[in-house]
């Protein structure tokens, strides 16, 4: 079982800036893909971004332009850089590590990000 430690959450204003990291296990962090889903009651958890072993970013639509994710493997961590935060990026947010060809898929506890005035 790999454990997956979020940390960063918490109450923003709109406009505002958080950062989320995940701390992990050092054998994960160099081969897998790493990536941050959330969740809000009721629906169902969709991807935000990830980023791959070689560390190219992909994000969705709704985020892209305002988020980053990077990984720091000497630290075994991956942050999400939340910028201009807005009322619907409210939700729990979800760490997510997978191993190469999909084998298997960690997740971690999440992390409460609210966001409101």
């Known amino acids: 079982q790999v454990q997956l430690v979020e940390s960063g959450g918490g109450l923003v204003q709109p406009g505002g800036s958080l950062r989320l990291s995940c701390a992990g296990p050092?054998?994960?962090?160099?081969?897998?893909?790493m990536g941050w889903y959330r969740q809000t009651p009721g629906k169902q958890r969709e991807l935000v971004a990830r980023?791959?072993?070689?560390?190219?970013?992909t994000y969705s639509d709704s985020v892209k332009g305002r988020f980053t994710i990077s990984r720091d493997t000497a630290k075994n961590t991956v942050y999400l850089q939340m910028n201009t935060l807005k009322p619907e990026d409210t939700a729990v947010y979800y760490c997510?590590?997978?191993?190469?060809?999909?084998?298997?898929?960690?997740w971690g506890q999440g992390t409460q990000v609210t966001v409101s005035s």
């Open positions: 050092r054998n994960i962090f160099s081969i897998y893909a």
């Open positions: 997510n590590a997978v191993a190469p060809l999909g084998t298997r898929a960690f």
């Open positions: 980023i791959t072993s070689g560390g190219s970013p």
